[in-house]
T-cell receptor, first 116, second 115 residues
Framework: EAGVAQSPRYKIIEKRQSVAFWCNPISGHATLYWYQQILGQGPKLLIQ????????DSQLPKDRFSAERLKGVDSTLKIQPAKLEDSAVYLC??????????????FGPGTRLTVL | GENVEQHPSTLSVQEGDSAVIKCTYSDSASNYFPWYKQELGKRPQLIIDIRSNVGEKKDQRIAVTLNKTAKHFSLHITETQPEDSAVYFC??????????????FGKGTKLSVIP
C-alpha cells in the first residue's frame, strides 16, 4: 500500500513569515496525527484528527499554529507567524482506527522547516 | 500527562553483540508500548510493540520486555548488525479521554553498531 505522503520535504523561511505543510494519509485511515520533532528529541504530538474532527490539540500552540482536515482525508498544518524555535521536522502519521493499543501509526517522511 | 524517560542516549556495540535500551513511564494507565526505529533523515518505523497484558514479546532478533509494577520496559537486540545502526524511540500510550490516545515518545537512543 502507498505510504503517508507529505510536502514539501524542505522549507526555509524568515521569522514572522507564514508556512503551510500538506499531508495525505494512507487510504482509508481514519486517524491523522501531526508531530513536531526537534533535533535530538522524540516526536511530540501537536494535533490528532479522527476523520475530520479534532480529538486532541492540547499541545498545539494555537496562537500561531492551525490545522485542518477537510473531508476527513488530506490535512494541512499552518504556522503564522513562524518563530526561530519552530525549526523542526514536522511529521504526519495516520492509523486505521482511533488510536490506542495496537493501532499502528505510520509516519510520513516529514517536512524539515528551518526558520532564519 | 505521560512522561517517558529513555536510557542511554547513545550506545555503541560491536557487531554481533547485544544491545539493550531501557525506558520508564509515569502514567500507570498506559497500556501500549511501541518501539520505533528512525534511520538518519528517514521516517520513524514501528519495529515491535507490546501491550500491558504481556510481559515479553519476541520477533527474530528483537525482543521487548515490560514490567508494569516498576513501570519500565526494555528493547533487546541480539546479534547486532551494522544495519541496526539508527535512533530508537520508545513510546507509551495512555488513554487521555474523549478518544485521545497521545503517543508520548522518549528522547531516543542513538545505536551505533561497529563492524
Amino acid at each position: 500500500e502507498a505510504g503517508v505522503a507529505q510536502s514539501p520535504r524542505y522549507k526555509i523561511i524568515e521569522k514572522r513569515q507564514s508556512v503551510a505543510f500538506w499531508c495525505n494519509p494512507i487510504s482509508g485511515h481514519a486517524t491523522l496525527y501531526w508531530y513536531q520533532q526537534i533535533l535530538g528529541q522524540g516526536p511530540k504530538l501537536l494535533i490528532q484528527f479522527q476523520n475530520n474532527g479534532v480529538v486532541d490539540d492540547s499541545q498545539l500552540p494555537k496562537d500561531r499554529f492551525s490545522a485542518e482536515r477537510l473531508k476527513g482525508v488530506d490535512s494541512t498544518l499552518k504556522i503564522q507567524p513562524a518563530k526561530l524555535e519552530d525549526s523542526a521536522v514536522y511529521l504526519c502519521a495516520s492509523s486505521s482506527r482511533g488510536g490506542g493499543a495496537g493501532d499502528t501509526q505510520y509516519f510520513g517522511p516529514g517536512t524539515r522547516l528551518t526558520v532564519l | 500527562g505521560e512522561n517517558v524517560e529513555q536510557h542511554p542516549s547513545t550506545l555503541s556495540v560491536q557487531e554481533g553483540d547485544s544491545a539493550v535500551i531501557k525506558c520508564t513511564y509515569s502514567d500507570s494507565a498506559s497500556n501500549y508500548f511501541p518501539w520505533y526505529k528512525q534511520e538518519l533523515g528517514k521516517r520513524p518505523q514501528l519495529i515491535i510493540d507490546i501491550r500491558s497484558n504481556v510481559g515479553e514479546k519476541k520477533d527474530q532478533r528483537i525482543a521487548v520486555t515490560l514490567n508494569k509494577t516498576a513501570k519500565h520496559f526494555s528493547l533487546h537486540i541480539t546479534e547486532t548488525q551494522p544495519e541496526d545502526s539508527a535512533v530508537y524511540f520508545c513510546a507509551a500510550i495512555p488513554y487521555s479521554g474523549a478518544g485521545s490516545y497521545q503517543l508520548t515518545f522518549g528522547k531516543g537512543t542513538k545505536l551505533s553498531v561497529i563492524p
